[in-house]
Structures are given as C-alpha cells and as structure tokens.
C-alpha cells in the first residue's frame, strides 16, 4: 500500500528557508512522478512542482520558478522542496501527490499525503 508522509511545515519567517520532505513507502516508484502541490484556505489544489523518481526532470509552476526546488533522494525515498523565503506568502497545506502521467493535474495523481501546513510571518 502506497503511502506518502509529509513533514518539515510550521511557522516560518519571512527571510528565511524551508524544506519540506515526503517519504514514500509500499511500491517501488522508479516509473513514477512526484509532485508538490498546495491549497490555501477557500481555494483549490495547485500545483507546485514535480520530479520524475527515474532521470530527476523537474518542473515548476510559474509562480514559484526561480525560487523553489524539488529534489528527491533514492536511496531515503524521499522526496524535498525547499525554498528561500523572501516573503510571506499565503498559508497553504502542501500536499505530495505521486502518479504515473507527467502532469500539472491533481487528478493524475493517485496517491496523497495528508499535508503540511506551512504559515508565515513577516
């Protein structure tokens, strides 16, 4: 049984970084993607970023590009994404979704974790 755990969320300053890990476990996931999304309050899942386990292309959306990174490590199963906090953003969950299809969709994605709430402050 797939199962995804996030972790690394909390109340972050403005200035400084984050690293949010995923830990995959049940299957192997060479054939597979991983992605970040995140949903603040009242709005829906967007995407974030994802990283093939097998090759390690990445892709980013365009509101974070330049800013975030995805990485994963094999070895751990484990997948990452940090980033340096130049300013608040809104609180969101973010999500680590995995799937089969290279894709920006939620609904590609087969399996979820429960999510990490990141807030911050200026």
């Known amino acids: 049984q797939v199962q995804l755990v996030e972790s690394g969320g909390g109340l972050v300053q403005a200035g400084g970084s984050l690293t949010l890990s995923c830990a995959a476990s049940g299957r192997t996931f060479s054939r597979y993607v991983m992605a970040w999304f995140r949903q603040a309050l009242g709005k829906e899942r967007e995407f974030v970023a994802r990283i093939r386990w097998s090759g390690g292309s990445t892709a980013y959306a365009d509101s974070v590009k330049g800013r975030f990174t995805i990485s994963r490590d094999n070895a751990k199963n484990t997948v990452y994404l940090q980033w340096n906090i130049l300013y608040p953003e809104e609180p969101a969950v973010y999500y680590c979704?995995?799937?089969?299809?290279?894709?920006?969709?939620?609904?590609?994605?087969?399996?979820w974790g429960r999510g990490t709430q990141v807030t911050f402050s200026s």
């Open positions: 979704g995995t799937g089969r299809a290279v894709s920006t969709m939620t609904a590609d994605y087969g399996y």
